[in-house]
């Protein structure tokens, strides 16, 4: 069936080091795969994104990358700020028919200073 | 360039009310998507509307819920005759073309139901 799911709901880093997120999705028909952040009280922030025809994408300060072998969705933020600390949701869109967005739990990420 | 805009941002209802949610796309954008966030859950699709047409209301509830995109004007989440459950915030999103594309959303409308 349609799921998204995060390894880890909560993740901690000192501010200048790298953090990763992970994402798992069970739908290998996904061809579209979405990152957003979420600070508490607004709407989600889109940050990158990426098709299933490509394994990595680079954007300002983050990287998605994006194994198919093991339905796998990943996003880097290099050197953490404490602006970064938010709820990141990973979300896929199904291949074909409607184009409604499947998400994820999220992620916690807490950038200590 | 404005973004999505919701109102009101916050509405509280008693059981048995209605519940009017309004959604103003991003300017070109013509595909309006619906979704509700629960507490420290993530979001879930309800419904995706072009101008005047329901594309997909697989995620909306067959009760109680309707939307609309009319020709002119926002885009409304309508909920008849509340109960607590449908204390939530709901979100829209908006794309331009709707095909796989980006979907933006707004800052969303806290409901709370007493």
């Known amino acids: 069936g349609e799921s998204v799911g995060l390894h880890l709901p909560t993740l901690s880093v000192q501010e200048g080091d790298n953090s990763i997120i992970n994402c798992a999705y069970s739908n290998s028909a996904s061809d579209y795969f979405i990152w957003y952040k979420q600070e508490s009280g607004k709407g989600p922030q889109f940050i990158i994104d990426?098709?299933?025809?490509?394994d990595k994408r680079q954007g300002q300060r983050v990287t998605v990358l994006l194994n198919k072998t093991v339905k796998h969705l990943s996003l880097q933020i290099a050197a953490t700020q404490p602006g970064d600390s938010a709820v990141y949701f990973c979300a896929e869109a199904p291949q074909g028919g409607s184009e409604k967005l499947v998400f994820g739990k999220g992620t916690k990420l807490t950038v200590n200073p | 360039n404005a973004g999505v805009m919701q109102n009101p941002r916050h509405l509280v209802r008693r059981r048995g009310q209605e519940a009017r949610l309004r959604c103003s796309p991003m300017k070109g954008h013509s595909h309006v998507y619906w979704y509700r966030q629960l507490p420290e859950e993530g979001l879930k699709f309800m419904v995706y509307?072009?101008?005047?047409?329901?594309?997909?209301e697989s995620g909306m509830p067959k009760e109680r819920f309707s939307a609309e995109f009319p020709k002119e004007g926002p885009s409304i989440l309508r909920i008849q005759q509340v109960v607590r459950g449908d204390s939530a915030a709901y979100f829209c999103a908006s794309s331009p073309q709707g095909t796989k594309e980006t979907q933006y959303f707004g800052p969303g409308t806290r409901l709370l139901v007493l």
């Open positions: 509307l072009q101008k005047e047409n329901i594309i997909d």
């Open positions: 990426i098709r299933s025809n490509m």
